[in-house]
């Protein structure tokens, strides 16, 4: 590589984390202003001990961990069965995956409610426990292109056919080779999907607010109208969720190659 070639890599790194800090720097700083002519974290403290903060957050992260089961549970054996015995059927596959890419979550929500009122067949919307399982059907829906991808990336890694034959040969049956051959394999995958729909859930305000559940991302919408700094404050909160997410993601997929390097 020539040194010019080097020089341009460089400053366009450059440019790229500028571009991507000083913003997020600015954001910083002018959340720590709460306090007139000093710097405080009294914007973070008055966020973290909302009440409505605390609830609309717990219930959000409850409804992501719903979602990943979700999602793992249709996802792994689809792209599972899809790699294994109909690769025929990967295109379409990825195709309908691709469909929530398009189609507006509004969209969505408005079907629902449209399909499951309380004088439909099925009167999902005229309960709490019915309006909750909706929002977690369409969380899982929205978040079905970056799982499915996920879980394909981490099963072209493997040889599925030959783990397949070898787990059927001891006597396997198909929960078994999925549950405990497949899924340990793809681990890494998995939560790096995990990780993706945690972040889509948190922040995810069209469904939510049309079924009127309280979650996270109508509060953040409540607190942005009407705060001048706690918003700011939830931006920061914000990145450092989604950094650490980001750095478990790295953190299990070093562990895995060690642990496989090591067996």
Not at 53 to 77: D, E, H, K, N
Not at 142 to 169: C, F, K, N, W
Not at 216 to 230: D, H, S, T
Request: net charge positive.
């Amino acid at each position: 590589m020539s040194l010019y070639a080097r020089i341009t890599g460089w400053i366009v790194l450059l440019f790229g984390l500028a571009y991507f800090f000083i913003p997020l720097l600015g954001l910083t700083e002018f959340s720590l202003k709460a306090r007139r002519g000093v710097y405080s974290l009294d914007a973070y403290a008055k966020i973290i001990g909302d009440a409505e903060f605390q609830a609309t957050f717990a219930y959000s992260v409850g409804m992501a961990l719903v979602t990943i089961v979700l999602g793992v549970l249709i996802v792994v054996p689809t792209a599972f069965w899809v790699r294994l015995k109909m690769p025929w059927a990967r295109p379409y596959v990825e195709f309908l995956t691709l469909m929530p890419l398009v189609i507006p979550a509004i969209v969505i929500v408005f079907g629902y409610i449209r399909l499951y009122n309380t004088s439909s067949w099925l009167p999902l919307t005229g309960t709490v426990m019915g309006t909750n399982l909706l929002l977690a059907f369409g969380y899982t829906v929205l978040a079905l292109p970056y799982m499915y991808r996920a879980v394909d990336t981490g099963l072209r890694t493997i040889d599925v056919a030959t783990l397949t034959e070898a787990a059927q040969s001891l006597g396997a049956g198909w929960a078994t080779i999925l549950g405990r051959v497949i899924l340990p394999n793809v681990v890494p995958a998995v939560l790096s999907g995990a990780f993706l729909t945690f972040a889509i859930v948190i922040g995810e305000f069209t469904l939510a607010a049309l079924l009127d559940r309280p979650a996270f991302g109508p509060y953040l919408q409540r607190i942005g109208a009407n705060k001048p700094y706690e918003p700011f404050a939830l931006a920061v909160l914000s990145f450092a969720i989604t950094w650490a997410c980001m750095g478990l993601i790295q953190l299990v997929t070093r562990l895995s190659k060690h642990t496989k390097a090591q067996s």
